[in-house]
């Protein structure tokens, strides 16, 4: 079992940007693969972007180019660094840990995911 807990949103202007911290205890971050997702008022939570134990990634057409996922191992952290922000990316972002496995590329599905953060709040005013 994993406990997550996310911090570093906030409110920025379009086109800023702002890095996501999800620290990992209980088990190591490379156990798991682990997914970054948001949920925006009135809307579906989608997934943004995960990567597996083999460092494989997986980016939601809207964030490619724009958002980056990254793990420290040693300090069993996950990020997401969000440039060119845009007001559309505002939502509630959490990230999740599950331990399956994927063949090509770790699920954005968020049924694909057990363990649950709280969620950071990210704003975005145009």
């Known amino acids: 079992q994993v406990q997550l807990v996310e911090s570093g949103g906030g409110s920025v202007q379009s086109g800023g940007s702002l890095r996501l911290s999800c620290a990992a205890a209980?088990?190591?971050?490379?156990?798991?693969?682990i997914g970054w997702f948001r949920q925006a008022p009135g809307k579906e939570r989608e997934g943004v972007t995960s990567?597996?134990?083999?460092?494989?990634?997986n980016y939601a057409d809207s964030v490619k180019g724009r958002f980056t996922i990254s793990r420290d191992n040693a300090k069993n952290t996950l990020y997401l660094q969000m440039n060119s922000l845009k007001p559309e990316d505002t939502a509630m972002y959490y990230c999740?840990?599950?331990?399956?496995?994927?063949?090509?590329?770790?699920?954005?599905?968020?049924?694909?995911?057990?363990?649950w953060g709280q969620g950071t709040q990210v704003t975005v005013s145009s």
């Open positions: 990567i597996d134990s083999l460092d494989r990634t």
């Open positions: 999740a840990a599950t331990n399956g496995r994927w063949t090509l590329r770790p699920s954005l599905s968020k049924e694909s995911y057990t363990y």
């Open positions: 209980g088990n190591t971050v490379t156990s798991y693969s």
